[in-house]
């Protein structure tokens, strides 16, 4: 059995590119194929939403924490840069689970 990088297993654990495949190229019959693929596994960007939340509200928690502790010192930055970095791929899962449940196929 082939063994994984631990950085590829990181990469696959929070980005969920590499589970789906592109609906938009080939001929019809493969991009509908694609699209229903997709929509079959709809429900893992659920699993993804919810690891990126308890990184969210952690980078939060820590900013904050951090920010009262140094009294609003340089070191909270950090925290919250994260925090606006998981909350744009927060936005990414919610619209492409959306798109993947209410949108028709090609």
């Known amino acids: ?3 994984e990088s631990s950085s590829s297993l990181l990469y696959r654990y929070f980005f969920f590119s590499w ?3 592109d609906a938009g190229c080939g001929s019809r019959i493969e991009r509908c194929a694609a699209w229903r693929y997709n ?5 893992w960007l659920l699993t993804y939403l919810k690891r990126w939340l308890v990184v969210d509200c952690s980078a939060f928690a820590a900013g904050c924490l951090s920010s009262l502790a140094f ?12 925090f606006s970095l998981a909350m ?3 936005t ?3 619209v492409a689970w ?3 449940r209410l949108l028709p196929g090609p």
Not at 39 to 43: F, L, N
Not at 71 to 82: A, E, M, Y
């Open 92 to 94: 990414v899962i919610v």
């Open 19 to 21: 589970l789906y495949r």
């Open 1 to 3: 059995m082939k063994r």
């Open 98 to 100: 959306l798109g993947l």
């Open 88 to 90: 744009s791929v927060i």
């Open 39 to 43: 929509q079959a596994h709809a429900g």
């Open 71 to 82: 009294q609003g010192h340089w070191i909270c930055v950090p925290f919250f840069v994260l």
